[in-house]
Structures are given as structure tokens and as C-alpha cells.
């Protein structure tokens, strides 16, 4: 929800709070498993590029850094 992170440019176009309690739910019934964490973070970043909004890189070399690690190959296809 923070205004100057990466998300920010997107959060008049798509409010972040509903996207954050499924998250905050998904990761907990995940047992804090990253790839709920990064499959919800890419569903804001999608709903956000649907709209046109510009949002700032959020993936790094740690942290969510391909698909393959937001969820198993068999759900992308």
C-alpha cells in the first residue's frame, strides 16, 4: 500500500486493499510460502496494467525474480 513504491502509480487506478487481504489470505493458508506471495503481487500487477497504469519494476534477483518461482509450470500453461 505504499504510495511510492512500485505500486503506487497504480492505487488511484486499483485500490490496493482488496488485492492486499487476499494476499495477506493466500499466503497465510500457504504457510507463508513465497510463491503465494509472488502469484498475488503479479495478479495487482496485472489488474494494474490492465488499466494502463504505469508501475515501477517489483521483481528482482531475490524476490519473485521469474514465473517459474510465482508457480508451477502446469499452472502458466
Excluded: M
Excluded at 488511484?12 to 498475488?40: F, I, Y
Amino acid at each position: 500500500k505504499d504510495p511510492e513504491g512500485p505500486f503506487g502509480p497504480c492505487h488511484p487506478r486499483v485500490s490496493p486493499v482488496e488485492h492486499l487481504n487476499q494476499c495477506l489470505h493466500d499466503v497465510c493458508v500457504a504457510d507463508g510460502a513465497r510463491h503465494a506471495l509472488c502469484q498475488s503481487l503479479q495478479a495487482y500487477a496485472a489488474a494494474c496494467q490492465a488499466t494502463g497504469a504505469q508501475i515501477r519494476a517489483w521483481r528482482s534477483a531475490t524476490f519473485c525474480r521469474e514465473c517459474s518461482e510465482v508457480a508451477p509450470r502446469s499452472h502458466l500453461s
